[in-house]
């Protein structure tokens, strides 16, 4: 069996395969609970 490794692909399209990724689960992402403190939340960050 010969190894495969993703070296072999591109950095372009491991990105645009992130990003493809990345799109088709936002889709299936719900709304925060509470959004409405989210800027509580960033500013307990800083």
Do not use: H, P, Y
């Amino acid at each position: 069996m010969r190894k495969v490794s993703i070296a072999c692909l591109s950095r372009k399209t491991r990105l645009a395969m992130a990003f493809k990724l990345m799109m088709s689960a936002q889709k299936k992402w719900r709304k925060l609970d509470g959004q409405n403190r989210l800027s509580e939340i960033i500013r307990g960050i800083e």
